[in-house]
């Protein structure tokens, strides 16, 4: 059955989005599945850069429907207004299809958000401050907002209310903040029925037709591996499930209906916010990895942090997803180094394990182990097929496969659309 997962084996800010679109015009459906407009995706078509927040990335491929599942957080103005800037560039948005089920981000989950993460000082999560947490907390407390609420004033009122009896006390009592009027909440959210109602679908139903019809599904995580809240390295992820299981419980569509599992990959290791991250690099190499591979947040503009890659992350991202290939992104990044170290193991009090420790404290204490790869410094971003990689390159390639425990299928050599390097067919 031609249903495909497309997640990030890492951090995230992998590369999705160019992994999404060099299949989008082989695919009829792009499926966001998790996440809100914390995440982003970073598009290149031709001399446009396109920065993708809450739209899966298929919204720019002609013929194939985007739709946004039940599983995502919908903060309705941020989605009202990069389908503005969209169709402002050319770009045809009537397409979209928008889960009735899936949950809004609200101005109080914003104001929460934001007052948390100053409460918490130097505990801080590092969230981005857009809702996305309160949202999915709400969600799990029963006392949250879906999409189809939007048009039922009596339903939206009471459940606002409901919300609204707790978060007022805890902005007012816990951190001196003004209560948030229900009548307000309301009438900001009633002004965007109009103009969401003709995306608004049962798109459970209509996912499932199409791959009983036959049609090519590609369900695309936000975040990465290690921020599923499951999963990564807890606290310090998100708020939802952006491996491979969260497809299906964000969309609706069963796990017999998946046939192929693609994990992002890039070629370094990169993450934002706080949390462990043991191959960091605070010198030279890590500033050099941000400002060739330009590693800035999308969705926040925030540094992030670099580290040479890590195959440990790898191969538990293998494990965890049931991956079945990789798609390697920016290898042209790596261009110029004399030797590339690639951590294979970590020491913790002594000990290597191979293996991600399920402890909190003893990832915190890993120490990175290096195996040294000889580097090469050809220009890479024309190259059209494996066999035109330096030795060199193409040997890294083959390394990170085999230390990663799945097929490397795909090879990024470039930000472009066309600067990918396809060594095996995803469908």
């Known amino acids: 059955m031609p249903a495909l997962v497309l997640l990030g084996a890492q951090w995230g800010d992998e590369g999705k989005g160019k992994a999404t679109d060099l299949l989008g015009g082989s695919v009829d459906y792009v499926v966001r599945y998790q996440g809100g407009n914390n995440a982003g995706h970073t598009v290149v078509v031709g001399d446009q850069k396109y920065a993708l927040h809450l739209l899966p990335s298929?919204?720019?491929?002609?013929?194939?429907?985007?739709?946004?599942?039940?599983?995502?957080?919908?903060?309705?103005?941020?989605?009202?207004?990069?389908?503005?800037?969209?169709?402002?560039?050319?770009?045809?948005?009537?397409?979209?299809?928008?889960?009735?089920?899936?949950?809004?981000?609200?101005?109080?989950?914003?104001?929460?958000?934001?007052?948390?993460?100053?409460?918490?000082?130097?505990?801080k999560i590092g969230?981005?401050?857009?809702?996305?947490?309160?949202?999915?907390?709400?969600?799990?407390?029963?006392?949250?907002?879906?999409?189809?609420?939007?048009?039922d004033e009596s339903i939206l009122t009471q459940k606002v209310e409901a919300a609204l009896d707790f978060k007022n006390q805890v902005l007012a009592k816990l951190y001196n903040r003004r209560a948030v009027r229900t009548e307000q909440i309301v009438e900001e959210l009633l002004g965007y029925a109009d103009a969401l109602r003709g995306y608004v679908a049962d798109t459970s139903l209509i996912l499932n037709d199409a791959v009983e019809q036959g049609k090519v599904v590609l369900f695309e995580g936000g975040q990465g591996t290690l921020l599923d809240v499951d999963h990564?390295?807890?606290?310090?992820?998100?708020s939802s499930n952006p491996t491979a299981g969260g497809a299906c419980t964000g969309s609706g569509v069963g796990p017999t209906k998946i046939s192929r599992v693609i994990g992002i990959l890039k070629a370094y290791t990169t993450r934002v916010g706080a949390g462990p991250f043991p191959t960091e690099l605070l010198d030279a190499d890590g500033e050099a990895l941000r400002e060739i591979g330009g590693e800035r947040g999308v969705t926040t503009g925030r540094d992030r942090r670099c580290g040479w890659f890590d195959a440990?992350?790898?191969?538990?991202?293998?494990?965890?997803?049931?991956?079945?290939?990789?798609?390697?992104?920016?290898?042209?990044?790596?261009?110029?180094?004399?030797?590339?170290?690639?951590?294979?193991?970590?020491?913790?009090?002594?000990?290597?394990?191979?293996?991600?420790?399920?402890?909190?404290?003893?990832?915190?204490?890993?120490?990175?182990?290096?195996?040294?790869?000889?580097?090469?410094?050809?220009?890479?971003?024309?190259?059209?097929?494996?066999?035109?990689?330096?030795?060199?390159?193409?040997?890294?390639?083959?390394?990170?496969?085999?230390?990663?425990?799945?097929?490397?299928?795909?090879?990024?050599?470039?930000?472009?659309?066309?600067?990918?390097?396809?060594?095996?067919?995803f469908l």
């Not at 050809?378 to 425990?405: C, H, R, W």
């Open 312 to 425: 440990v992350i790898a191969r538990y991202a293998t494990r965890v997803n049931g991956l079945t290939d990789f798609f390697l992104t920016k290898l042209d990044v790596l261009t110029g180094w004399e030797r590339v170290p690639v951590c294979v193991a970590y020491e913790i009090e002594g000990r290597r394990v191979t293996e991600l420790p399920f402890s909190q404290s003893d990832f915190h204490h890993a120490t990175p182990v290096y195996e040294y790869l000889p580097g090469w410094s050809e220009d890479i971003t024309k190259a059209k097929s494996f066999s035109d990689l330096p030795k060199n390159a193409q040997g890294y390639v083959k390394a990170v496969e085999e230390m990663s425990g799945a097929p490397v299928s795909a090879v990024g050599v470039g930000p472009g659309r066309d600067e990918t390097i396809q060594i095996n067919s």
């Open 127 to 151: 969230t981005t401050g857009r809702g996305i947490g309160p949202a999915y907390a709400d969600k799990i407390n029963r006392t949250g907002i879906r999409v189809q609420d939007l048009f």
């Open 232 to 238: 990564g390295t807890y606290p310090f992820v998100t």
């Open 58 to 123: 298929g919204i720019l491929s002609p013929g194939c429907v985007p739709v946004i599942g039940n599983g995502v957080v919908v903060d309705p103005s941020v989605l009202l207004s990069e389908l503005s800037g969209l169709n402002e560039r050319g770009v045809d948005t009537s397409g979209l299809l928008i889960s009735g089920n899936a949950h809004l981000i609200t101005p109080y989950h914003t104001e929460v958000d934001k007052v948390t993460e100053r409460f918490l000082g130097q505990r």
